[in-house]
């Protein structure tokens, strides 16, 4: 019923610009997105918050301090769709960028977290 569909990862080289776009597709049931985040995940490490942003208002974001001043979130309620803008890339920030969101869907109304499946973003030196 819910599915994340992200776009945008590829190389990159060192101080260049990627916009990921991750996309919610839910189909047979009524739905509210609560919020809507990146995370990311380099080889060897773990899984970490790059960003997040409060539905639908967007008027609550947070940056990891390593992205600070160099990423936006930001989405747009009629596509349904997230938004990352990752200027001045640097190697670090190689890794496995993951979407994120908490949905509440019919019958129960329950909240649940739903991953998107992954892109990879690799910047060279």
């Known amino acids: 019923q819910v599915q994340l569909v992200e776009s945008g990862g590829g190389l990159v080289q060192a101080g260049g610009s990627l916009r990921l776009s991750c996309a919610v597709s839910?189909?047979?049931?009524?739905?509210?997105?609560?919020?809507m985040s990146w995370y990311r995940q380099a080889p060897g490490k773990q899984r970490e918050l790059v960003a997040r942003?409060?539905?639908?208002?967007?008027?609550?974001?947070d940056y990891a301090d390593s992205v600070k001043g160099r990423f936006t979130i930001s989405r747009d309620n009629a596509k349904n769709t997230v938004y990352l803008q990752m200027n001045s890339l640097k190697p670090e920030d190689t890794a496995v960028y993951y979407c994120?969101?908490?949905?509440?869907?019919?019958?129960?109304?329950?909240?649940?977290?739903?991953w998107g499946q992954g892109t990879q973003v690799t910047v060279s030196s």
């Open positions: 994120n969101s908490d949905i509440r869907t019919m019958p129960t109304w329950n909240l649940n977290d739903y």
């Open positions: 839910v189909s047979g049931t009524s739905f509210s997105i609560a919020d």
């Open positions: 942003i409060s539905m639908p208002s967007g008027s609550s974001t």
